[in-house]
């Protein structure tokens, strides 16, 4: 049993691992910086890091020392497109945001307790905020489209992960508990949330929820743009239009049956 508890948590290690390999592409990360980020000691990361490069599932770059996402990844990752793959669907709406606004524009996905941004494309006013990009990761509640997505779960499932996740250490006072209900309340209210420059002082950002064939919300359209873009009447305008593209969004993706439970 002791052997098999082991096996577990190495694997375990190593998905954490791969995850914030992710988020650092395409420049990548050091060892140090990996360890850091998933609290695994960096021996450890090291060993396990490079037992995924043996694999073929990480790479290291040998003039700089660090880790990037390995050839085997990419091959898995087109074999699962073809089941998991919802960008192109969710490309031209993106499209049409960031056309219609200048703004740049997003969709976003849930993985777990984190939203992965899948889609990016900057719209036409040329002062643009880069909090956001492809394959960035934020816990649910931060950033709108994790606010969104959280925006719209259960309220038990809400209040649940509300009391095992405290995200003031990371992410400030902006991020208590009482503040997201408080944002939580706003956005259903409203049908979206916004995220009024807490990650980065003046970026701000307002999304709406995707829902998959369950009901379930299960991505986010979003918007993002320095305050003065956000200002109201603008910020409602801009919501009525985000909350329009996730509708569409959420009746295309439920043809495909789209389902992330």
Not at 152 to 159: D, G, S, T, Y
Not at 180 to 189: F, L, N
Request: charged share 20%.
């Amino acid at each position: 049993m002791a052997k098999k508890g082991s096996g577990v948590q190495v694997l375990s290690r190593a998905a954490a691992l791969l995850r914030v390999v992710s988020t650092a592409m395409p420049d990548g990360l050091t060892t140090s910086a990996a360890a850091r980020a998933t609290g695994i000691a960096r021996p450890t990361a090291h060993r396990i890091l490079d037992s995924l490069a043996t694999e073929g599932f990480c790479d290291q770059d040998t003039k700089t020392g660090r880790w990037l996402l390995g050839p085997e990844l990419f091959l898995m990752g087109n074999i699962a497109g073809a089941r998991y793959d919802v960008t192109e669907t969710a490309q031209k709406h993106v499209h049409a945001l960031a056309q219609q606004t200048e703004e740049s524009a997003f969709f976003s996905t849930l993985r777990g307790n984190e939203t992965v941004c899948l889609v990016r494309e900057d719209g036409a006013f040329p002062i643009r905020s880069f909090v956001l990009y492809e394959g960035r990761r934020f816990p649910l509640g931060v950033a709108s489209a994790g606010l969104a997505i959280l925006a719209f779960m259960p309220k038990r499932q809400v209040e649940e992960y509300l009391a095992e996740y405290d995200l003031v250490p990371e992410h400030s006072a902006t991020h208590s508990a009482e503040s997201i209900r408080e944002r939580i309340a706003d956005g259903r209210q409203k049908g979206y949330v916004t995220n009024p420059g807490l990650i980065v002082e003046g970026s701000w950002g307002i999304a709406a929820p995707v829902f998959d064939v369950t009901g379930f919300p299960a991505g986010a359209l979003s918007l993002t743009g320095i305050e003065p873009r956000f200002k109201q009447p603008r910020r409602d305008e801009l919501g009525k239009l985000l909350m329009h593209h996730a509708h569409e969004l959420s009746q295309a993706l439920q043809q495909q049956a789209w389902n992330q439970r």
